[in-house]
């Protein structure tokens, strides 16, 4: 039976290889956008629906969820939170506080958003799995990057959360900590950085389809290093 998968930043640099890596394998994929520039780098396909949806508008997001959960040929059964962002900045005592309050909202506040919305459909379904994006900066942190280490640490603690509260209704909830991605932005903001560690978006995108897979199903709660 066909299964959905709710994918957020399903459309971003990391997110369109997830995205097509699960088509792959036969998962019916919703994936939320705001930019249609990056919803284009999808080609179309009869298992994936895209839905223009601001994710942090809670009228929009449960509008996206309940396309996801509106096939009953393919249940809705898995969350991916991908999206999220990164700000450096100057050492803690000189930052704002305006830029803990961003990098909150969009890595955290979203995140919790997404989960407050997708888990009574898995919890209706019988189950499910969820996996939620952190960072090797959640344990790793580095100098200017207090408020994204701080947010990340936040989605690791969310995600393993959710796996103890959840634990009952058989929803497994595991954690990714992926050094640094390579995609063509980091790339062009690191052209002089030895690339031979980032970690490649197809490795990350087959981890996500093994986390959403039976094969994985005693996994719950974990905290995954990649590229660390």
């Known amino acids: 039976m066909t299964e959905t998968a709710f994918v957020t930043g399903g459309t971003g640099a990391l997110g369109v290889h997830v995205t097509n890596h ?3 394998v036969g998962w019916r994929i919703v994936a939320p956008f705001t930019e249609p520039s990056k919803a284009a780098r999808l080609e179309t396909h009869d298992r994936l629906e895209l839905v223009q949806c601001d994710v942090a508008a809670p009228t929009e997001l449960t509008a996206a969820v309940d396309v996801a959960a509106g096939d009953p040929d393919a249940p809705l059964t898995a969350l991916v939170n991908l999206i999220g962002g990164f700000e450096s900045g100057p050492r803690t005592h000189d930052a704002d506080l305006e830029a803990i309050d961003r990098q909150l909202n969009l890595n955290v506040r979203t995140t919790y958003a997404v989960l407050r919305a997708t888990l009574p ?3 209706a379904n019988g189950g499910g799995s969820v996996v939620s994006m952190s960072s090797g900066a959640a344990v790793k942190p580095f100098p200017g990057g207090t408020a994204y280490s701080t947010s990340k640490a936040a ?5 393993e959360s959710i796996a103890v509260e959840y634990k009952k209704d058989h929803i497994r909830s595991n954690a990714l900590l992926p ?4 995609t063509p932005a980091n790339r062009a903001a690191m052209p002089k950085s030895d690339r031979s560690g980032w970690v490649d978006p197809t490795a990350i995108a087959k981890v996500i389809a093994f986390f959403l897979s039976d094969d994985s199903a005693p996994i719950t709660g974990a905290a995954i290093p990649l590229g660390l």
């Open 155 to 159: 989605v690791l603690a969310l995600a």
């Open 179 to 182: 050094g640094v991605i390579d």
């Open 22 to 24: 699960l088509l792959s």
């Open 121 to 123: 459909h898995l919890i």
